[in-house]
Each structure stands twice: as C-alpha cells, then as structure tokens.
C-alpha cells in the first residue's frame, strides 16, 4: 500500500535510525544512514547530497555531487537490523538542475512505466521474478597472482557425506536431488520460514518457499506480483532479507548464478503481464495456451532482442555457466507453453488474471531496474512493430535430429558477446527517453572493464589440470 509522507513521519516515531539507500549502475544496494530526527517534511523535499564518484557507474571526481530524495511510499522497518531503523528508497537527482539522474536505475524503471502508459497499449505492467539462490555452511575463496582457489562447505551436500570430521547423520542431497524432500534431508526449512516472515515483516507479500533442484541448500521463496518500480525495490529488499537473515544464524547466502560444477545453476525466471484497468491484455481464451495477440507479439519481440536483453538480465560472466544445456537451462530463443528449455514459457494456468509471459533467461545478479525495464521495452518493441515470434516449440528441444536443432537459434555463450549485442541491438531501449545512451555506453564499458577483461585475463585452476603437462 502506498505511504504518504505524513505516514512516513508517523513511522519514523518508532525507528532510532532512517537507512537512506539507493542502487549503483551494475545493481548493489548502496545506503547511509541518519538519525530518525533528521526526517521531517522539508527532508523530502530537499533531498540530501552525497558523493558520487565513488558509486560504480556514476560521476567523475571533478562532477561528483549529487542529491538524494527519498521515496515515501518504499518506507519500511528492518526486521533484521538491532537498532529499530526506518528504510526508505531514494532516486538520484543533479544537485544543481533538480532533474532526475539518467544512470539511475530507479529512474530508468520509473520511465519505463510511463511510456508503456504513452503507447496506449496498457496501463500497468506486472512482474514477477523466481530468484533462486544457494544457502551454505560456510565459503572460502581466493585469486591472487600465484593462486586461484574456491572452497563451498554445505552439510547437506553429497560431497560431505563421508567427511571425518563432526558427526555423520546421512542424508546429503544427490545432484540434481534437492527438489523437494522434506525435512531433515531438506535442511533449510526453518531458516526458509524465517526469511519468508521477515519478508512479510518489512512489507511484501509472499506466495510461497521450497528446496531447489541443486544439492548444497539451493532455494527459492516466490513473491507476489507487484507493479514494476515496485517489484525491482522488492528484489533488492529480498536479496537483503536472505543474506542478512542467513548471516544471523551461521550461514552465507549467495546469488551467483553457478557456484557449484555439475549441478543446476540459480536462475531468476521473470513473470510479466499487461493490463488495462481490470482486463490482462495477454488474454484470449482462443488464442495459444490462451495468449492474445498482443502477447504473441511481445513474445516475439522478446525473442529478437534476448541476445542485447541477456547482457542486462544475465549480466555476469558466471551467467553463461549457468546457460549451458543439461540443467533445465532455457537455452533455446524459442517460445513455448510446457518446454522449460525454452527461453520464454507460458505457464500452464486457465485463468484470465494469472495470464501472463515467463522470460526464463534471467538471474539475480541483474539490477532490477534495468532487467525489468528491458524486458519491458523488447516486449512493447515486439507489440508495436509486430514481430512474430514464429511457431511455438512444444517438444524436447534437447533430443531433435542435428538438422533441426540447427534451425533453433541459441542464446550466446558468454558476457563479452551479449555486450556486443547491446552495443549493436539497443533502439528498442531508447524510445521516450527511457534508457539513455550515456547509460548503456558506461554500462557496457563497466562490464568489459571489471569483468570480462579480469576473467579473461586469468588462469582458471581447471586450465592447470588441462594444460600443465603440455
């Protein structure tokens, strides 16, 4: 429900601290904090400078100041912090101007929205992510010039069932195994149900939690769907929730898309659908699995531009571990309403409300903002052109004859080729000044300089194995 600020102010009464937090250009939530005195009605009006040299993907040093409103409708209070302390969302303005900053995220999700009203196609659009992650024991890594190492301890994972050390009570999950056995071989259950509570603490409503495919405490919790500003501020909350709520009882929480060789990766499947008023535009009862013709073409639109959408859905170089064939990966830019190879899926719901496109390439190293608002863009760019996204692919993809696999096109293999697909496919992201071409040019530099380059740039301890005899 939407806060004005006089509830805010209300809300604040109970809070020692306000926890004023924004989002960087690669998506980390950014925050500093202010004595609960210091909220007053004038404080949403003014704002507060910071520094913003120091922000991944924003001002150089010489342009460094910047301003912060804070959004009263985001305020919640922290269920996880020990000082009672008020959160509010911020967007990011030019200290000098008051306009809004064109590499806020936040701001890119707020236009996105507003332009979908500008088309008249839809009033609103509802999102819905599945953001998968994994809970462990404990995590060590390194990489430095003379080494490279990782560690995972996970007590529920097959590799510790023949460990020395502490007690032995069986039980581990298989690969492939973890979805979903009860307890005590699901071993999360009541952390799950604490992070579930906390959500619902701070504010959001929850569908449900389960044990993933993946061994080593691979999860999932479900969040119901929201408006799209809205449900990118609901992530950044739920990755906070989970790493925070897993820290206070022992363990580390981690969204990395594949941290473990040889079993399922983390995905983040995005739910979304159009509206008018009451009525799901994605609806017809006539057409295919009970989609309109503006869904097909949204559908279609979404499969032209998956190679530019992965380099903001899919965003890191650990990603294109996870997009690989064999783990339930939607690897194939085909469409389909049962095949989960597909990248886009239409599930499997006769209702009109619940109508609605899953793009299933996505993970949660994405910033929200920016995924969503893509997502939204390549589907509107689909309906207004009316792309055809061809024939729909119900059969295993995985088993087709050579031939006709050939004929399916495949979502590229790596960071540095989605990032060139954004660099030659991006139009669709600027109709009515939504993404900004400084934005997408600093993006994408970002990428290349503090990620692909360094992986590139590195041996990998499987190279060591491969090559050091040769």
Not at 17 to 41: A, C, K, M, Y
Not at 169 to 176: A, F, L, V
Not at 387 to 413: C, F, M, T
């Amino acid at each position: 429900m939407a806060k004005t600020i006089k509830e805010v102010l209300e809300m604040a009464k109970s809070a020692q601290v306000v926890d004023l937090r924004f989002i960087d250009l690669p998506g980390t939530w950014q925050h500093f904090t202010i004595p609960s005195q210091r909220l007053t009605e004038e404080f949403f009006k003014e704002g507060i400078p910071f520094d913003g040299s120091s922000v991944r993907g924003f001002q150089a040093i010489h342009e460094s100041d910047m301003l912060l409103k804070a959004d009263p409708e985001t305020a919640f209070t922290d269920p996880t912090a020990e000082t009672p302390t008020l959160v509010i969302s911020c967007n990011v303005f030019d200290p000098f101007t008051e306009e809004p900053y064109s590499r806020d995220a936040r701001y890119v999700a707020q236009k996105a929205e507003a332009y979908l009203k500008s088309t008249g196609l839809a009033e609103t659009a509802y999102f819905a992510p599945e953001a998968e992650f994994f809970v462990f024991d404990g995590i060590r890594y390194s990489s430095n010039p003379n080494e490279s190492s990782y560690s995972i301890e996970s007590a529920e994972a097959w590799w510790s069932s023949n460990k020395a050390e502490g007690p032995a009570y069986g039980r581990q999950i298989q690969t492939k195994r973890g979805y979903f056995p009860t307890a005590p071989t699901d071993t999360l259950q009541e952390l799950r149900n604490k992070f579930m509570l906390a959500m619902e603490a701070a504010g959001v409503s929850m569908d449900l939690h389960h044990h993933e495919v993946a061994t080593a405490g691979q999860s999932e919790m479900s969040m119901h769907f929201t408006t799209l500003t809205r449900m990118a501020d609901d992530l950044l909350l739920y990755k906070y929730i989970i790493k925070n709520v897993a820290h206070q009882n022992g363990k580390t929480a981690t969204f990395m898309p594949k941290p473990i060789f040889g079993d399922n990766g983390s995905g983040m499947h995005v739910h979304s659908s159009l509206w008018k008023g009451k009525t799901n535009v994605f609806y017809d009862e006539k057409g295919y699995a009970g989609l309109s013709q503006t869904a097909i073409y949204y559908i279609g639109g979404l499969l032209k531009h998956a190679p530019a959408l992965l380099a903001l859905t899919s965003p890191s170089t650990n990603s294109f571990r996870r997009l690989v064939p064999g783990y339930e990966a939607p690897v194939n830019i085909a469409y389909s309403q049962r095949n989960r190879s597909a990248i886009c899926r239409i599930p499997a719901n006769k209702s009109s409300k619940a109508k609605r496109v899953e793009f299933r390439a996505p993970d949660a190293t994405a910033n929200p903002y920016l995924a969503f608002s893509a997502i939204l863009m390549a589907g509107l760019d689909g309906v207004l052109n009316k792309i055809d996204p061809g024939d729909p692919q119900d059969r295993d993809l995985y088993e087709l004859p050579a031939s006709e696999k050939a004929l399916i096109k495949q979502v590229p293999s790596s960071l540095s080729a989605v990032l060139d697909a954004l660099e030659a496919d991006h139009d669709f992201l600027l109709q009515g000044g939504v993404f900004t071409p400084d934005l997408l040019e600093e993006y994408i530099s970002y990428k290349r300089a503090n990620e692909v380059d360094p992986i590139r740039l590195r041996p990998t301890p499987h190279e060591f194995v491969l090559y050091f005899d040769a």
